[in-house]
């Protein structure tokens, strides 16, 4: 092992240099008492570290007995010097209110069953790309993506999600976000200005848009997705939709309005950008077709494996129009030139495997039994409350009485030891109160736990403003 140790031969401090003996001894001192140097850490062998440090074996031995003599060290035959183990500073307790608990009380409304990932099948793909990926795997590669990965999201996206793209069209990206971004920067280059958001809608994606310089404009929501209607006269460059499934009122854009969608885009040379959110999961209905298949030059379609696997995987994927393929292609290269290499070709194994199909069968009724016990506990606890949306993705909404401070709810929520999502912080315009309700992440055993303290936390909260 090499040490990050250095030696002042020429008694830079004005006091003329200490032996270096004694230096090695005071830096492997401060190193183990810090904790750089853990218990039974082995140090290199005496003529190996003389060699690193360009001293003689003696200064090195010296310092070593010294430090063994002092109970800093210690020598085992066949294992060298090593660090003792009563050598190390105990640690601090952790305060209790530090403490993570093993599972927080959060209807996250993006949030998958983590415990759910098929790590098993994930490891073997790891496994197989480390053993056979060639030696230019290691080296840079194109920043838009492995050609193995996009040649499998090709097939994938076309055959599951209706996607009308080749291999060459595709960006590979680290996340969905990152994809928008990408897109976002692309479209300001070229002159764009103003993108049409949904209103409420994903607050991370008008955040995105307006710090890479670009004007969100929002636009109404109602139960059958953005209110195409309202499109005409605002003079935008672009529309970021949520077609499958709308963040967060959980609609979906039905034929009429993807056909005046378009229509607009045509009309106004815009570019429609697609977040396929939550668009795998479909509980009483047949799936719908992304948006991209019906004019793949007038569509950026942007997927990830958040909901599908793991939002820790971070990847992303983009079908780009041809004549923002270039200007995405640049952003991608100074953004990160490229999303590891090693985590698209497991992915791209894994896909081709069958394991991502597999994983969707299997999670697809757990989800379906998380939700239905979800909205059976709230008519049960929580009558007043309105259930909106399809029945789909990883949330439900519920639209509460509009007497109720939603902030308010929120704290009291908070304090109660469970956190909620407000339909406020999805809002550009003020609107009734609401609340994003995630069941992904949690057991249906933890809904029939949590519903009814949500309940009680409900009833606190009318008392306190009857009073």
Known sequence: MELLLTLDRAGDDGRGPLPLHVQLEEQLRDGIRGGQLAPGTRLPATRELARQLSVSRGVVVEAYAQLTAEGYLTTRRGAGTIVAAVAARPEPPVPPSRVPRSAPEDFHPGMPDLAGFPRAAWIRSLRTVARDAPDAAYGYVDPVGAPELRATLARYLGRARGVGAPPERLVVTTGLTQ??????????????????????????????????????????????????????????????????????????LGPRRRAELLEWARRERAIVIEDDYDAEYRYDRGPVGALQGLAPELVAYAGCASKVLAPGLRLGWLAVPAELLDGVRAEKALDDLGTPVFDQLALADFVERGELDRHLRRMRPRYRARRDALVAALAEHLPTWRIGGVAAGLHTVALLPKEVDERSLLARAERSGMRLHGLSWFRVAPGPPGVVLGYGGLSEAAIARLVPQLGAVYAEELAAAAR
């Open 179 to 252: 994809g928008v971004a990408l897109v976002a920067r692309a479209l300001a280059r070229r002159g764009a200005r103003r993108v049409v958001v949904e209103d409420p809608g994903f607050m991370v994606h008008r955040g995105v848009l307006a710090h890479c310089g670009l004007e969100p404009v929002p636009v109404a929501v109602d139960a059958e997705g953005l209110r195409t209607e309202l499109l005409d006269g605002l003079s935008a460059d672009a529309a970021l939709v949520t077609p499958a499934h709308q963040s967060p009122l959980g609609g979906v």
